[in-house]
């Protein structure tokens, strides 16, 4: 592996790599303990430490503001909704159940650091970082390894767009032949990666010039808090959602160049060099969720880090079947040592003979199976008033305003029994979970 860490090993971190199970190689040095941070964590010491005094206590800094107010009010009359309204001026703490889906990319850049302060602010108890790698291989919070085009400025920037695996190439509006750009993060540093801003995670398909390309951004979405972006490494999301005082649930991307890359980093070296930065950070593995939706990395933080693989999620992204759907496919799934399954919410709800939103078989199986279950993702799609769209796509009869996601949080909650839900806009899960007691 070409990466290398600054700092010393300490016995600390020594007795951790052995407890975890972990190599011990010169990538498991810590920076814990008054150590000189990594090169690139300096620039941000200052305000994680800020931060941290801000969100010192669970109820601190805790402002779910107007929206869920807003859904509540929209909802049909009925016994939900008014339990719901009852919580309007009740106190609100961090809970573990709301999940930060990339942060609050509803309204803020995603993977960010101010879309992770803002859902930590809305009380998200969980923060996400997908983790893509770069050119020189080192991690780092992106949705896709090939999403920078669209979620950051860099085609905006003549020496990097040149770098990209597809340049901007503009328009024809004349033969109607969109623009083109695909830009990876492989195909740059992590010093230039880090030199881009992070905006809404948008393109204009017609644009001719790349200022126009950067645009485009989802009539229901805002730019209103896109005037700057702040891009991470993944340690330093470490660092930041430790200063937040959440946990952290880092998604291994599925990488769009070929494995190993450059011949010599295999997937099981991108799989460990993200677990291998927690134990950097002296992290709780009880505090860290790894994700993938690809089952062999979950199977291999089992089997090689099993104190990190206990709460590896398994994101299953598979089409629902009699066989997918099965009691035998989830006691498998769990024979194998997976403890944590999170598909999209429409996998785990149906409607029944009233027309009413009830759990899948699926869901039934799952837990049967003694699977904990995690939902993904509320307020990713826009206005319900016409059905939720994918999302919701086994309900959608029975959906017609923006208030049925919270009966949709509801069944998800009390009769699914899922233990957390990632949400593009967390004070909505932080304000059910508050009002319903879960913590």
């Known amino acids: 592996m070409k990466r290398t860490v600054t700092g010393s090993m300490t016995l600390a971190v020594s007795l951790m790599v052995a407890a975890f199970n972990l190599p011990d190689t010169a990538s498991a040095r810590g920076w814990q303990h008054g150590e000189s941070l990594p090169p690139g964590l300096e620039r941000l010491q200052d305000r994680f430490d800020k931060l941290k005094k801000d969100m010192k206590h669970r109820h601190a800094g805790i402002q779910v503001g107007p929206r869920p107010d807003w859904l509540v009010n929209d909802m049909d009359d009925g016994p939900l909704k008014d339990r719901l309204q009852q919580c309007d001026n009740k106190p609100m703490g961090r809970t573990d159940f709301s999940i930060g889906h990339r942060g609050a990319p509803l309204q803020f850049p995603e993977h960010t650091m101010e879309s992770y302060v803002a859902a930590a602010k809305m009380g998200a108890g969980i923060l996400e970082c997908d983790v893509a790698f770069t050119a020189d291989r080192e991690l780092v919070c992106r949705h896709a390894q090939n999403d920078l085009h669209t979620t950051t400025n860099i085609v905006t920037i003549p020496e990097l767009n040149a770098k990209c695996t597809q340049p901007f190439v503009p328009a024809d509006p004349a033969s109607g032949t969109p623009a083109q750009a695909e830009c990876r993060t492989s195909d740059i540093t992590l010093e230039e990666f880090k030199s881009l ?8 398909p017609m644009a001719t010039t790349p200022e126009e390309y950067v645009g485009g951004t989802a009539d229901w979405r805002t730019d209103l808090y896109a005037s700057r972006g702040t891009l991470l490494s993944h340690r ?14 880092p998604e291994l991307k599925t990488p769009v160049v070929d494995m190993p890359y450059e011949g010599d980093y295999s997937q099981q070296d991108y799989a460990r060099q993200m677990i291998q930065d927690y134990v950097d950070a002296g992290v709780n593995p009880k505090n860290v969720w ?16 099993p104190r990190f693989g206990r709460q590896a999620v398994f994101l299953d992204e598979s089409p629902i079947t009699p066989e997918t759907a099965s ?34 078989e699926y869901a039934e199986n799952a837990r049967v199976a003694g699977l904990d279950l995690i939902a993904w993702s509320l307020e990713r799609s826009g206005p319900l008033a016409n059905g939720g769209g994918w999302y919701y796509q086994t309900v959608n009869d029975a959906i017609n305003n923006d208030g049925d996601m919270l009966t949709v949080l509801d069944v998800l909650a009390q009769d699914v029994g899922v233990i957390g839900v990632f949400s593009d806009w967390p004070a909505t899960t932080t304000y059910y979970a508050n009002c319903m007691g879960l913590r």
């Open 236 to 249: 330093e999301s470490i660092e930041l959602f430790k200063a937040l005082g959440v946990k952290m649930t």
């Open 327 to 360: 009691l035998a496919y989830m006691e498998n799934l769990r024979a194998q040592g997976v403890n944590v399954l999170a598909p999209a919410i429409w996998k785990m709800l149906a409607l029944n003979g009233h027309q009413e939103i009830v759990p899948s």
């Open 290 to 305: 790894p994700q993938s939706f690809q089952l062999e990395d979950v199977l291999f933080w089992v089997n090689e880090t």
């Open 197 to 204: 801003e992070g905006k809404m995670d948008a393109f204009d």
